[in-house]
């Protein structure tokens, strides 16, 4: 009851929901859609419940600041969607919270200082250039392939290349981690959606399943450790750069076990974001073919027949353009936040425990800030279009303390990747193939993408 010296607080308006489990139901039938329509319906903050969890989904970039930015501290991890991650990427970076994060940030921090990503683009292009090679074939029979496929290939050879430089056994080890590692991640989102699931120590088939990739997983990435650390050789990759990290103040570097987690959870970031970009990218440039003559007339004029280059990146703005706007409209599809205290947003108030909904997909199409939202349209990042929308109505690797700390060997693979293929080939979807975003984790192409390839040059 409210006496005359108090006042109710303020609750943000949404759907009412089904007894006991709210909006259960709709979630698992369609989470994206959901949020979507009560985001239509509702506005930019919508309260409802999920089999008793309060939760508030937040998309306007201001109220997204205020979580993300300026009162992150506030909103944690310890949420229902990251406990089931913290199974296979232990306190890594991206599941970690609190002073422990606070710690392993600014101590893997300096791996990823600019000058020393920069220099990993050595790896990228060979790496390019060697798979594309593999293509010739295809190109000359005029048979498609799974560039989606493709590409999750190609980046995963990046990931383990700028991790490991040496230590890994061939392609087969790599084919062995890709594999594990979705394993892994199907695991996880499983028992995200289903909150009654066994327990990972009860033997049924999907813990066994898990149990066995995470032996595997983990076996690889010990034994690698093992031998560098044995070897003490000069290697300039990102595993060198953590192994000589030292904290500040106790001069301690990172156990096997911190060490285990964090390369975890780069391989997974290393890959899964950029070949989904990169895959999305192949389809818009294929339905746009204007914009792809574009791209191919920058690409000429900047480097001609020879291959790309880090210097060469700055000059190649439209070929960004496209790769950011690719990511404004196929970025990850939803974030979870758990309010640790009470809070207001907009107005609102947010009690402690409450679950905070962040949807990219949905504010990166948000009608206030975005012209025809569903329009593949590189030029909205021009400087003069861009320069009055605010910093949250675009942020494809997160923002405030928790920016994606890989952002910018994720930009500099997708931009080097990009140059170096559109040199040598248009991609061309097979008529017919269905194409359809499956959002998890992230937004992949649900039934790959069959494409033909046209040669524009020789390859080098």
Request: charged residues 25%; hydrophobic residues 35%.
């Amino acid at each position: 009851m409210v006496t005359a010296n108090e006042t109710a607080p303020r609750l943000a308006p949404g759907p009412r929901g089904t007894f006991l489990i709210g909006n259960l139901l709709d979630l698992r039938r369609d989470l994206i859609g959901f949020l979507g329509q009560v985001s239509a319906e509702y506005g930019d903050i919508v309260r409802f419940t999920v089999a008793g969890f309060t939760v508030h989904l937040v998309t306007h970039p201001d109220h997204l600041r205020h979580v993300l930015q300026v009162n992150s501290r506030n909103y944690d991890k310890q949420s229902h969607e990251y406990r089931p991650l913290k199974l296979a990427f232990g306190a890594g970076l991206f599941t970690n919270d609190g002073e422990s994060w606070l710690r392993q940030r600014r101590l893997m921090q300096p791996a990823f200082h600019r000058q020393r990503i920069l220099k990993l683009g050595e790896f990228i292009v060979a790496d390019v250039v060697d798979r594309i090679a593999t293509w010739q074939p295809y190109a000359e029979r005029g048979e498609s392939l799974d560039v989606a496929a493709e590409m999750v290939n190609l980046s995963m050879n990046v990931a383990t290349k700028s991790l490991f430089s040496t230590g890994l056994r061939g392609d087969d080890e790599v084919a062995t981690i890709a594999r594990d590692l979705d394993t892994v991640i199907n695991y996880c989102l499983y028992r995200t959606m289903v909150p009654f699931a066994p327990p990972p120590r009860v033997p049924t088939r999907r813990n066994r399943e898990f149990t066995s990739a995470m032996a595997e997983l983990d076996g690889i990435i010990y034994r690698i450790l093992r031998e560098r650390r044995e070897q003490h050789t000069d290697t300039y990759d990102l595993l060198t750069m953590l192994l000589e990290a030292r904290d500040e103040e106790t001069g301690e570097g990172m156990s096997d076990k911190q060490m285990r987690d964090e390369i975890a959870t780069l391989l997974l970031g290393g890959y899964e974001t950029t070949s989904n970009q990169l895959s999305w990218t192949w389809y818009e440039l294929s339905r746009n073919p204007e914009i792809e003559a574009r791209l191919h007339e920058e690409l000429d004029r900047v480097l001609g027949d020879r291959l790309p280059t880090v210097a060469d990146v700055p000059q190649l703005e439209y070929t960004n353009r496209v790769l950011e706007e690719t990511l404004r409209l196929y970025p990850v599809p939803w974030l979870e936040r758990r309010a640790a205290g009470a809070d207001t947003i907009g107005g609102y108030h947010v009690k402690a425990g409450s679950l905070i909904y962040i949807s990219p997909y949905l504010t990166h199409r948000h009608p206030d800030f975005w012209a025809e939202p569903e329009r593949f349209d590189p030029d909205r990042f021009l400087p003069e279009r861009s320069a009055d929308r605010p910093r949250f109505a675009y942020f494809p690797f997160g923002g405030g303390p928790r920016l994606c700390i890989g952002n910018r060997l994720a930009q500099l693979e997708a931009q080097l990747t990009l140059a170096t293929i559109a040199q040598r080939y248009r991609l061309r979807m097979v008529p017919g193939h269905p194409v359809e975003a499956k959002m998890q984790v992230t937004t992949s192409p649900r039934y790959g993408l069959r494409m033909t390839l046209e040669p524009r040059r020789p390859s080098a």
